[in-house]
């Protein structure tokens, strides 16, 4: 599986655009990239996920390079509610042992 | 929406004690997990399962067992509580996708 590596944490203030991004060097062919919002006293929350390219949703954009050896998650105009620990994961389908990196701490001030 | 439940949102045990911690999930999702999660070291994986009656370890099984006997329903176990197990503990579920779906939590502490 692939390990992953997050920047710890990371402090940006409201209205602006957040870019956390993930390493994953050793991503293998079948693996897709999704990425976890976490609140405190709350479980992880899917927000996207991709494969290559760009992926975009209402929340969040994700980026992939064509060597796909990393990923960068893009939180446009943050608020205050965005402070969280963002997580990616890399995994293939049906892969059963889904294994976590230790996520980045996002603190939006106002 | 998908609910996965856990049994209980908070605990305390007293060391040797054992504890049942529970979670069903309503969508018929194949595989379920069990993490832990610690200040600092994000979420571990414990144990999982792909379909009734099979396991999996994870990263972290010692001290831990799990059941499960229902597609919904997956039980870790901690046969003598110890205190290096207060931690919080959130169960998962999937139909394989990558995306998983988590419960609430269940905070236990191990006096």
């Known amino acids: 599986l692939a390990k992953t590596t997050q920047p710890i944490s990371m402090d940006s203030y409201e209205g602006q655009e957040v870019n956390i991004t993930c390493s994953h060097n050793?991503?293998?062919?079948?693996?897709?990239i999704t990425w976890y919002q976490q609140f405190p006293s709350q479980g992880p929350r899917f927000i996207i996920q991709?494969?290559?390219t760009k992926v975009t949703n209402e929340v969040a954009s994700l980026f992939i390079p064509a060597d796909r050896k990393s990923s960068t998650l893009s939180l446009p105009r943050v608020s205050l509610s965005d402070t969280a620990v963002y997580y990616c994961l890399v995994a293939s389908y049906n892969t059963d042992k889904l294994i976590f990196g230790t996520g980045t701490r996002l603190q939006v001030f106002p | 929406d998908v609910k996965v439940t856990q049994s209980s949102r908070y605990l305390v045990k007293r060391t040797g004690e054992k504890v049942f911690l529970e979670c069903v999930q309503d969508m018929d999702h194949e595989n379920m997990f069990w993490y832990r999660q610690d200040p600092g070291l994000g979420l571990r994986l414990i144990y999982f399962s792909y379909d009734v009656k099979m396991k999996e370890k994870g990263d972290i099984p010692e001290g831990y067992s799990v059941s499960r006997e229902k597609k919904e329903r997956f039980s870790l176990i901690l046969e003598s509580a110890s205190t290096n197990q207060t931690s919080m503990y959130l169960c998962?579920?999937?139909f394989g996708t990558g995306e998983l779906f988590f419960g609430e939590g269940s905070r236990l502490t191990v006096l």
């Open positions: 050793n991503i293998a062919t079948n693996d897709y």
């Open positions: 998962a579920s999937s």
């Open positions: 991709g494969y290559k």
